[in-house]
């Protein structure tokens, strides 16, 4: 660091926020000075994909800043490619190391989008550091879970994601969320079935918890009922699964499940005509290539503000749920299996109106 960028640091750091918490120097002097900015997001995949308007915006908006991200290892082809993070920080199983590399950093802002007990000790170890940190509303989403009383504001988590940058005079763009594929990760046409060459469905077959999934013989039934090819997306957790479902018609039906890495499949996403998905992060992967998306809601609900996020682009996203459950949403993430044993938020999806509207969106 050279020292005229150096004084700028120390000059900025010793003014006090104004009275609404602005900084003196207001969005246009920020924009001047080099800052040092720590996103955190551990994990996971959608969550991670659902903060990339902040990347952007904090890069775009204050061109002279730094920006740093920590997520863990496991999660670095999502972020590795994005041209708006200068440094990317890998949590492994050392935490404490993790901890000091930070340190030695000297950051001007920690942006917290996780808000988790690690973070806190990550914000307590860098405690001189000014720290902004995400409302995650748990208590509105238990009285949801509980008790069926929604008390959570109609606001997507982009924008509130975004308010923790507030103070720095950062807006949202409205441009979407971004995923960058390097050259590497693109699939050479060689590794698609001649059949699918021309266009083709995707859908996603997978997602972190059973409850969020349609049962296999409803994922069977959606592949007989649509006259289109299919592609079948999950990680090699779904790839047996999708053996089973590819079964019902072996030229009509590729299972790419487990054959691909997150960033391959990640590009047959952007390759498909349509997405149907469930509520996990393939489905964000889906909205930043603005793919139009059928999503299929099982024990999640859309009020928790974590559906397809296309910002101002006007792209098909149609939402398929059974409505009217006195047990649903049973939880704000999911569960092995039906805590009540009948999983009627899935079981009672009428799968002939899914395909129809797939079927539909292909022809328009």
């Known amino acids: ?143 949801l879970t509980a008790f069926k009383i929604n008390l959570l504001p109609p606001v997507h988590i982009v924008d509130r994601y975004l308010e923790t940058v507030k103070i720095l005079g950062v807006v949202n763009d409205r441009k979407g969320l971004d995923y960058f594929i390097s050259a590497e990760d693109i699939v050479p046409d060689k590794d698609i079935p001649a059949s699918h060459s021309l266009g083709y469905i995707g859908i996603v077959i997978g997602a972190a918890h059973n409850t969020k999934k349609l049962p296999l013989h409803k994922l069977k039934e959606l592949c007989v009922q649509i006259n289109h090819p299919i592609i079948l997306l999950g990680g090699q957790e779904d790839r047996k699964a999708g053996e089973e479902i590819a079964s019902t018609d072996p030229i009509k039906v590729y299972n790419s499940c487990g054959k691909f890495s997150l960033n391959e499949s990640a590009d047959l996403v952007r390759r498909a005509k349509i997405i149907i998905t469930h509520d996990t992060g393939l489905m964000h992967i889906a909205s930043a290539f603005k793919k139009p998306i059928i999503s299929v809601w099982g024990n999640t609900v859309p009020l928790f503000g974590m559906t397809a996020y296309f910002g101002n682009s006007m792209v098909p996203d149609i939402k398929f749920e059974v409505k009217r459950l006195w047990c649903r949403p049973c939880s704000k993430i999911g569960y092995k299996k039906c805590p009540l044993g009948h999983f009627n938020c899935m079981e009672k999806h009428a799968i002939a109106d899914v395909a129809q509207v797939a079927e539909r969106g292909i022809r328009s």
Not at 46 to 65: E, F, W
Request: a positive charge; hydrophobic letters at 40%; proline letters at 3%.
């Open 1 to 143: 660091m050279n020292k005229d960028k150096d004084n700028n640091y120390k000059s900025f750091q010793s003014r006090p926020l104004g009275a609404e918490g602005q900084s003196p120097l207001g969005a246009e002097g920020l924009a001047e000075v080099g800052l040092k900015v720590l996103i955190i997001r551990l994990s996971s995949i959608g969550d991670i994909v659902l903060t990339t308007p902040v990347v952007r915006c904090l890069k775009q908006q204050l061109p002279n800043a730094k920006i740093h991200y920590l997520t863990k290892y496991s999660f670095r082809e999502i972020l590795q490619s994005n041209p708006y993070i200068d440094k990317l920080h890998l949590l492994e199983e050392n935490f404490e190391q993790v901890i000091m590399k930070l340190k030695k950093e000297n950051f001007d802002y920690i942006i917290d989008l996780h808000h988790n007990l690690r973070t806190l000790k990550i914000k307590q170890a860098l405690k001189k550091v000014k720290a902004y940190s995400l409302n995650k509303l748990n208590v509105r989403k238990w009285f």
